[in-house]
């Protein structure tokens, strides 16, 4: 049987009233929507009125593959589908995941959802193969190899810990559950029994999901989550659904300035988005129009901001926003370390592009150039430009090591394999083949003089050597460096 996007489930269902469903049904992606996918396919498989007998949901936090197998193999006690259902499943999570795993534990903790942010916690645990006495002593952090824990993550851990104690749960074994439900899906299930498993997160390479794949139904609930126009416009619509959705039934409208403004406080965010929504309902009462006045008077600003926001308005030289994000990123557990590697990677890649530009290779370069010029005439240059460092780079580095050992001088084998160990950061054409960022930062680079760069440079050194006294914040230090960076000139962007 095929995947289908949400979108096409309603279609589906309409084009398929007679035929058998399903025996294993796979709904992944956005939680929100994965949620409105269920509830659709849970009427037409069992109404309401038979969910008491023929309808068995599984606990996610308890997920137990063997326990959910032998319920679908059961046969109800009523004629009719037997639905089982598996919501919030970790099956298709690996120890590689772990990252991933803390990640949805602290955005579950934070939304007071400490039954879900425990289902999370101990799948990472059972991945891991960790006991409760590894995560409960000091060195957690060491047990779960996880060296960037955000502050907070300490009363966090100590909070799950609590709760599974009290509720008596126990670790997930963690391995081989998936090769078990593979079989299961392939060996089948009893003809009018069905397994429907929500998960946030597939591997398609993986054996189970070609054989539901192939023996069932697979939804895609996801939404592209990167930073390109294609990503974002994919967002907004999924949204504006969302919000046309909601505020219909409650007779209510929201105009574009509005709605940007929430957008503005949330970001991609479906189930906060969600929320705020029905918030915004009981806010304006009688009122069917929602306001700007309205999401500003009734709403808090949870939007996580990602780091290149930051960084974009610091290459931009506007001071005001780069403060914004900073304080943003900070509430949001970004440890300052994190704040200042993008920091200095951005100043780095400034420098660098203002160093072309300069430089015989910078010939090429004209500020009212087209992108498709920028990319026909200006990237070829910067290729040369690069490969010319990365010789002088190499060149100092044999001078170095002779000097380290003149009796010993680095060979030519030696050279040819550092050459290759130099990081393709240290170039400005790392990507050639995706050139328009690297375009829009060269606008930003006219906004600094390499003098202004270099001086930049030294700023970072002298917060990254704060840092490590400890003798002042990290916050005031990183919005010193910033203020400093940005400064106020005269034509500090040309238009």
């Known amino acids: 049987m095929p995947e289908i996007s949400y979108k096409e489930l309603k279609k589906y269902l309409q084009q398929h009233p007679n035929d058998p469903l399903a025996p294993v049904v796979l709904i992944f992606g956005e939680e929100v929507l994965a949620k ?10 069992v109404p309401p009125s038979g969910r008491s007998i023929n309808y068995d949901l599984v606990d996610g ?6 326990e959910v197998i032998a319920r679908v193999k059961t046969f109800s006690l009523m004629p009719g589908r037997k639905v089982v259902a598996l919501r919030n499943s970790r099956i298709f999570y690996t120890g590689s995941d772990k990252s991933r795993l803390l990640e949805n534990t602290r955005k579950a903790h934070a939304e007071n959802d ?5 289902g999370y916690f101990l799948s990472m645990m059972g991945h891991l193969h960790l006991s409760f006495e590894d995560v409960a002593g000091a060195s957690r952090a060491q047990s779960m190899g996880l060296a960037g824990t955000a502050d907070g993550d300490d009363a966090l851990i100590d909070d799950i810990l609590a709760y599974c104690l009290e509720k008596g749960l126990s670790v997930p074994s963690g391995a081989g559950d998936s090769r078990v439900l593979q079989r299961a899906v392939e060996n089948g299930f009893p003809e009018a029994n069905h397994l429907v498993i929500t998960t946030d997160v597939v591997d398609k390479r993986r054996g189970l999901y070609k054989a539901i794949s192939s023996k069932g139904l697979v939804i895609n609930c996801s939404v592209p989550k990167g930073a390109r126009r294609a990503d974002r416009m994919a967002q907004q619509s999924v949204l504006v659904e969302k919000m046309k959705s909601i505020l219909a039934p409650a007779g209510k409208t929201m105009d574009q300035a509005a709605y940007m403004a929430l957008f503005e406080m949330t970001g991609f965010d479906l189930s906060i988005f969600s929320s705020n929504l029905e918030k915004l309902i009981s806010y304006t009462g009688e009122r069917s129009q929602i306001t700007t006045g309205d999401v500003q008077a009734a709403l808090k600003r949870s939007r996580k901001d990602p780091v290149y926001e930051l960084t974009n ?3 931009e030289r506007r001071a005001d926003q780069a403060l914004f994000f900073l304080g943003s990123m900070l509430a949001s557990d970004l440890h300052p370390l994190q704040v200042l590697a993008a920091l200095v990677n951005q100043v780095r890649k400034l420098l660098l592009i203002r160093d072309f530009m300069d430089s015989p290779y910078g010939r090429q370069w004209q500020t009212a150039g087209s992108y498709d010029y920028f990319r026909q005439q200006v990237v070829p240059a910067m290729g040369d430009y690069d490969r010319d460092l990365l010789d002088r780079l190499e060149s100092w580095q044999g001078m170095l090591a002779e000097d380290v050992d003149l009796k010993a001088p680095v060979s030519a084998q030696k050279k040819k394999t550092r050459k290759k160990t130099l990081s393709p950061d240290l170039m400005i054409a790392g990507n050639p083949k995706n050139a328009y960022p690297i375009f829009q930062l060269f606008k930003k680079a006219r906004g600094f003089t390499k003098d202004e760069l ?6 970072l050194h002298a917060a990254d050597r704060q840092f490590k006294s400890g003798a002042e914040s990290p916050k005031l230090i990183l919005e010193k460096v910033i203020l400093e960076i940005c400064g106020t000139r005269t034509g500090s962007l040309v238009p």
Do not use: M, W
């Not at 936090?61 to 063997?66: A, G, L, P, S, V």
């Not at 270099?454 to 700023?459: D, I, M």
């Open 114 to 118: 400490i039954k879900k942010a425990a």
């Open 61 to 66: 936090t308890r997920e137990n593959i063997h």
């Open 313 to 315: 308005a610091l290459a």
């Open 36 to 45: 409105s996918a269920f509830d659709e396919l849970l009427d037409v498989l």
């Open 454 to 459: 270099v001086n930049a440079v030294g700023l």
